[in-house]
């Protein structure tokens, strides 16, 4: 069995790596990206909940829990 250590992410990758990882999973239909994407985005949710609430990170996270929600509906 696996265990997963979560860290909490870097100013950096917060400023550079969430809305990069954001603009892919909102322009995909490629199901292995957003596989893969899912588990970055749950990596910076579990990481770093506080930082991209502070940042204003939550609507762009709804917004794509709403397309999957679109394609699993449709």
């Given at each position: 069995?696996?265990?997963?250590?979560?860290?909490?992410?870097?100013?950096?990758?917060?400023?550079?790596?969430?809305?990069?990882?954001?603009?892919?999973?909102?322009?995909?239909?490629?199901?292995?990206?957003?596989q893969?994407?899912?588990?970055?985005?749950?990596?910076?949710?579990?990481?770093?909940?506080?930082?991209?609430?502070?940042?204003?990170?939550?609507?762009?996270?709804?917004?794509f829990?709403?397309?999957?929600?679109?394609?699993?509906?449709?």
């Amino acid at each position: 069995m696996y265990t997963y250590t979560y860290i909490t992410p870097s100013l950096a990758q917060m400023r550079d790596a969430f809305p990069a990882l954001m603009h892919v999973l909102s322009s995909t239909d490629d199901a292995a990206a957003l596989q893969n994407g899912c588990e970055c985005l749950s990596a910076f949710l579990i990481g770093g909940a506080e930082q991209l609430t502070s940042a204003g990170a939550i609507e762009p996270i709804i917004q794509f829990v709403a397309m999957l929600l679109q394609l699993v509906c449709a």
